[in-house]
């Protein structure tokens, strides 16, 4: 069963975030699913991360490639990539039984909306009372802390 990481953005907007925490998710070898709830809004982070620094291979789902993608962004509960990492932004579900196929879930969540820290507060409640083991990041101080840790 993988482990859920909480990530409370307060410094850096997701845009930023997103592709550090995907080059050390690629490192490890894993495939990735970035699930969102906006096909905008992904296509919006599909930019970014075309923009960026270094080379993130990835695709936005509904192309012909998606199996092949090592980073797929996607709206949908399923990715055909077969990511052994779910990267759930902007208040994307995530349901507990998919940390048995996962090694890692991430939520990513901007700490600066409330809506978006109480939606981050069920998961973590629903993920933790389902047995998931689960840690809480913050960046509030300038540099990525843990702050909180549950065994599941």
């Known amino acids: 069963m993988g482990s859920a990481l909480f990530y409370h953005l307060t410094r850096r907007p997701l845009e930023a975030t997103l592709p550090m925490l995907l080059d050390k998710a690629l490192a490890q070898g894993w495939r990735v699913a970035v699930r969102g709830t906006d096909r905008g809004r992904l296509e919006f982070l599909d930019d970014r991360l075309w923009m960026g620094d270094g080379f993130l291979p990835h695709g936005v789902a509904g192309g012909g490639f998606d199996a092949d993608q ?12 077969g990511p052994a990492c779910l990267m759930a932004v902007d208040g994307a579900e995530v349901a507990a ?49 843990k702050k909180a840790e549950s065994g599941g």
Do not use: H, M
């Open 70 to 81: 090592p980073v797929l962004l996607t709206t949908a509960p399923e990715a055909p990539n």
């Open 97 to 145: 039984e998919e940390a048995d196929g996962l090694e890692r879930i991430c939520i990513l969540f901007d700490g600066n909306d409330p809506a978006a820290v109480d939606r981050a507060r069920a998961q973590w409640k629903a993920l933790t009372g389902a047995g998931v083991a689960a840690q809480y990041w913050s960046e509030e101080s300038g540099r990525w802390e």
